[in-house]
């Protein structure tokens, strides 16, 4: 596992781009995608909501492919919910066995459940420590620049 500080919409169509995410979906079937690199995506893709939406009313709260380059990384079970680092472990499993068997080579992850969820790096690391190989890239937002 690789930590870098960079914007991770500069990776995309390079790298599988995970989104942390909650387990949450409106009446009409979208998932809720209400903050961070979740928020980013949805603004970016606009049937990504319903997308996800469909994917948790059918296997619950888990790890999917959305579409081609992008993943579900839930950090939560709702919006209002803390992140769980248990669900934030178990994640992290759900996403290297689904790496291994498409033969990913490059995933890049925003540090799950820290940003807007309110967790400390130190707290989450070792969670992803074994799992996440050099394949895997952790990254924090870039610093705002003056």
């Not at 469909?54 to 709702?78: K, M, R």
């Amino acid at each position: 596992m690789r930590e870098l500080q960079q914007d991770i919409w500069s990776y995309q169509g390079q790298a599988v781009i995970v989104l942390t995410t909650n387990g949450s979906v409106t009446r009409d079937g979208r998932a809720i995608m209400g903050r961070g690199v979740a928020r980013q995506a949805a603004a970016r893709f606009p049937d990504l909501c319903s997308r996800l939406g469909a994917l948790l009313q059918g296997g619950g709260n888990h790890v999917y492919e959305i579409q081609a380059g992008l993943v579900s990384f839930p950090v939560e079970e709702t919006p209002f919910s803390l992140p769980d680092k248990r669900l934030i472990r178990r994640s992290a499993e759900e996403l290297r066995s689904l790496a291994d068997q498409a033969g990913w080579q490059l995933i890049v992850v925003p540090r799950p459940g820290c940003g807007g969820g309110g967790l400390a790096w130190e707290e989450v690391k070792p969670l992803l420590v074994g799992l996440f190989d050099e394949r895997f890239i952790v990254l924090s937002a870039p610093k705002a620049q003056n």
